[in-house]
T-cell receptor, first 116, second 112 residues
Framework: EAGVTQFPSHSVIEKGQTVTLRCDPISGHDNLYWYRRVMGKEIKFLLHFVKESKQDESGMPNNRFLAERTGGTYSTLKVQPAELEDSGVYFC??????????????FGEGSRLTVL | GDSVTQMEGPVTLSEEAFLTINCTYTATGYPSLFWYVQYPGEGLQLLLKATKADDKGSNKGFEATYRKETTSFHLEKGSVQVSDSAVYFCALSAGGYQKVTFGTGTKLQVIP
């Protein structure tokens, strides 16, 4: 079974440019999460989809970030325009909606974003 | 809000040494607690979990006990190996939609 896949693995852009990160969750997982880790700090929650609906987007830092999950499958996270402080590793995770799976998230390898 | 505090790294140990990584948490209610691990070049993966007080999670020789009285979930291993070198994240989940709150991560390096 394929795991969570993220693309690109690393992106280097200049301040003011646009970047789109993609996440393909594990097939059948309704829950999809985006997290971010800024250099050496904690992994911070950005938002949570249940199928195609945004369940919780309280962690999105500002309106330069836009996440979508069309059709409840893959998701994209767009940063426009990018700022220096957006640099970090963006993790995507997915999970099933099962009580016994409480908290067990399956993560991708992350997309490292460097804004110059 | 919910938060997780774990010991600063990096931690460098010799092979076969005893490992402890401290983790304490703040949360309302009774969260589930986790340790995730990120090996070099890989994504995070669940190492172990405990869902109620006094539960002990264990996997690959690692153990952690859910201590409600001290709000702690320290990770231990009796004899580390070079292959255990990774970043370890303590985490909790208190919400019904499985939102997970992470600590800052502790990098472990095991030298032969």
């Amino acid at each position: 079974e394929a795991g969570v896949t993220q693309f690109p693995s690393h992106s280097v852009i200049e301040k003011g440019q646009t970047v789109t990160l993609r996440c393909d969750p594990i097939s059948g997982h309704d829950n999809l999460y985006w997290y971010r880790r800024v250099m050496g700090k904690e992994i911070k929650f950005l938002l949570h989809f249940v199928k195609e609906s945004k369940q919780d987007e309280s962690g999105m830092p500002n309106n330069r970030f836009l996440a979508e999950r069309t059709g409840g499958t893959y998701s994209t996270l767009k940063v426009q325009p990018a700022e220096l402080e957006d640099s970090g590793v963006y993790f995507c995770a997915s999970s099933q909606v099962l009580p016994k799976a409480v908290g067990e998230l399956f993560f991708g390898e992350g997309s490292r974003l460097t804004v110059l | 809000g919910d938060s997780v505090t774990q010991m600063e790294g990096p931690v460098t140990l010799s092979e076969e040494a005893f490992l402890t990584i401290n983790c304490t948490y703040t949360a309302t209610g009774y969260p589930s607690l986790f340790w995730y691990v990120q090996y070099p070049g890989e994504g995070l993966q669940l190492l172990l979990k405990a869902t109620k007080a006094d539960d002990k999670g264990s996997n690959k020789g690692f153990e952690a006990t859910y201590r409600k009285e001290t709000t702690s979930f320290h990770l231990e291993k009796g004899s580390v190996q070079v292959s255990d070198s990774a970043v370890y994240f303590c985490a909790l989940s208190a919400g019904g939609y499985q939102k997970v709150t992470f600590g800052t991560g502790t990098k472990l390096q095991v030298i032969p």
